[in-house]
Antibody
Framework: QVQLVESGGGVVQPGRSLRLSCAAS????????MHWVRQAPGKGLDWVAV????????YYADSVKGRFTISRDNSKNTLYLQMNSLRAEDTAVYYC???????????????WGQGTLVTVSS | EIVLTQSPGTLSLSPGERATLSCRAS??????LAWYQQKPGQAPRLLIY???SRATGIPDRFSGSGSGTDFTLTISRLEPEDFAVYYC??????????FGGGTKVEIK
């Protein structure tokens, strides 16, 4: 069965960095686009970034462009989100999500991880 | 960026009643719209894709309709487990995804 397990969250000071990971299993990871979506406490869903199945295409929300970098290691079935210059408004639960349909980058999500909480606070 | 506006923000209904949720896009997304259900402490769950196709395992009391800019999620008869927050999401853009702000369906 498909599993997505995020890790790497925690408390970090403003301006510092953090790297999130998402370990995937139960499907052919290198055939699927993958996304990061976040949710601030008590708020709605906020799309963050996407990477194509082979890592050749990456897109970001304007709010994180230039600060966050999405990447993947298909040999390790793992998705990453490098977050630099963190701000208080980046505080959220970060979910990784799998796109439905192979070799597609933008579509709906059929599987989500359980999320990892990032808290940016001094 | 395509903006999705969901209404109402909160829907107060009783079990057995019909729920009608709206999602309006700032520009056409054709039928590239999905609906998700989210319960407290859980990840979202896919309900509807392609504006009107039910995802695997979703009961037929959930239905979606619409195209272009106006979409509707209907829950024909609310069950106790349906009280949750519902989000729409567009995937009609080739460079960014967006979600609506959500509609909370609460027990009246």
């Amino acid at each position: 069965q498909v599993q997505l397990v995020e890790s790497g969250g925690g408390v970090v000071q403003p301006g510092r960095s953090l790297r999130l990971s998402c370990a995937a299993s139960g499907f052919t990871f290198n055939s699927y686009g993958m996304h990061w979506v976040r949710q601030a406490p008590g708020k709605g869903l906020d799309w963050v970034a996407v990477i194509s199945y082979d890592g050749s295409n990456k897109y970001y929300a304007d709010s994180v462009k230039g600060r966050f970098t999405i990447s993947r290691d298909n040999s390790k079935n793992t998705l990453y989100l490098q977050m630099n210059s963190l701000r208080a408004e980046d505080t959220a639960v970060y979910y990784c999500a799998k796109v439905h349909g192979d070799y597609v980058t933008f579509r709906y999500f059929d599987y989500w991880g359980q999320g990892t909480l990032v808290t940016v606070s001094s | 960026e395509i903006v999705l506006t969901q209404s109402p923000g909160t829907l107060s209904l009783s079990p057995g009643e019909r729920a009608t949720l709206s999602c309006r896009a700032s520009q056409s997304v054709s039928s590239s719209l999905a609906w998700y259900q989210q319960k407290p402490g859980q990840a979202p769950r896919l309900l509807i894709y392609g504006a009107s196709s039910r995802a695997t395992g979703i009961p037929d009391r959930f239905s979606g309709s619409g195209s272009g800019t106006d979409f509707t999620l209907t829950i024909s008869r609310l069950e106790p487990e349906d009280f949750a927050v519902y989000y729409c999401q567009q995937y009609g853009s080739s460079r960014a995804l967006t979600f609506g702000g959500g509609t909370k369906v609460e027990i009246k």
